[in-house]
């Protein structure tokens, strides 16, 4: 964990990434997700460039959980920084930003209401675990054809049979 001084001149300290992507995890699989952690896709799954439209070959996505016929992707960053939850739309129906609860820096407000644009969840993540919704996600269409790999694949890392 890192340490931010806060507004007060108080030591706060600021999750790391493992650790946000652990509470998640720990969390939906409370909530009867299939929770898997590291998610690669990559294209012997998909062609990736053509269904992202940028010239990479893999996506891995920090947290990925499945339940109720619905795909959720959540992008763990330190700040509220949309590139990465931007690739993941194609490939799932709810995508998040999970981010450590600190404060609100300039570009924010910008990011925050980029993501309601685009349908982008965010969650902050306090100090203490505490899991603060900001802004709710759009449900995206995911035809089967994407879908269905990404539940197989979600399930074999868990060691479930098809």
């Known amino acids: 964990m890192s340490v931010n001084k806060g507004s007060k001149n108080q030591e706060r300290k600021i999750l790391s990434e493992r650790k946000i992507a652990d509470i998640l995890a720990v969390h939906l ?3 009867g997700y299939l929770t898997v952690k ?10 990736i460039r053509a269904i992202t439209k940028r010239n990479i070959s893999k996506v891995r996505i920090d947290v990925a959980a499945y339940k109720d016929g ?8 330190n700040g509220l920084w949309l590139t990465h939850p931007l690739l993941y739309r194609d490939f799932a129906h709810r995508v998040f930003l999970a981010c450590p609860f600190s404060d609100e820096t300039p570009t924010d ?5 980029m993501a309601k ?3 982008i969840g965010i969650l902050k993540i306090s100090e203490l675990g505490t899991i603060m919704p900001i802004l709710s996600p759009v449900d995206y269409d995911v035809p089967p054809i994407i879908a269905n790999p990404i539940i197989s694949l979600i399930k074999s890392k868990l060691g479930i049979e098809q």
């Open 117 to 119: 644009v685009y349908g």
């Open 38 to 47: 590291e998610l690669v896709l990559n294209s012997s799954l998909f062609e």
């Open 29 to 31: 699989e409370r909530l």
């Open 109 to 113: 407000s910008e990011q925050i209401s």
């Open 70 to 77: 619905k795909i959720t992707f959540i992008e763990v960053e």
